[in-house]
Nanobody, 123 residues
Framework: QVQLVESGGGLVQAGGSLRLSCAASGRTFSSYSTGWFRQAPGKEREFVAA????????YYADSVKGRFTISRDNAKNTVYLQMNSLRPDDTAVYYCAADPSLSRVVGGTSDYWGQGTQVTVSS
């Protein structure tokens, strides 16, 4: 079992930065690939970024490529999402996801999800 708790959300002006964290419980977390998704009001949940369990490969949605960076620290059981050059359309609830399968993470069918953290970008 893996439990995920996101933090770091908040209100920021356009052009600003935030760093989200996803703290995981479970001794096997280092073998789980992880990802970030977001859901804006009235919209479907969408993929943002993912990172392989080893940290060796990362994947991004086109809308965030070059602005967001996903990373992980397996010693701390934590995954991060550094978000720079934020725009109002980045406003959403951001969710952390984890699964032994990277393809399930990217596909949005992970076994484990956090409760989400709100990110609001003002113009």
């Amino acid at each position: 079992q893996v439990q995920l708790v996101e933090s770091g959300g908040g209100l920021v002006q356009a052009g600003g930065s935030l760093r989200l964290s996803c703290a995981a419980s479970g001794r096997t977390f280092s073998s789980y690939s992880t990802g970030w998704f977001r859901q804006a009001p009235g919209k479907e949940r969408e993929f943002v970024a993912a990172i392989r369990w080893s940290g060796g490969s990362t994947y991004y949605a086109d809308s965030v490529k070059g602005r967001f960076t996903i990373s992980r620290d397996n010693a701390k059981n934590t995954v991060y999402l550094q978000m720079n050059s934020l725009r109002p359309d980045d406003t959403a609830v951001y969710y952390c996801a984890a699964d032994p399968s990277l393809s399930r993470v990217v596909g949005g069918t992970s076994d484990y999800w956090g409760q989400g953290t709100q990110v609001t970008v003002s113009s």
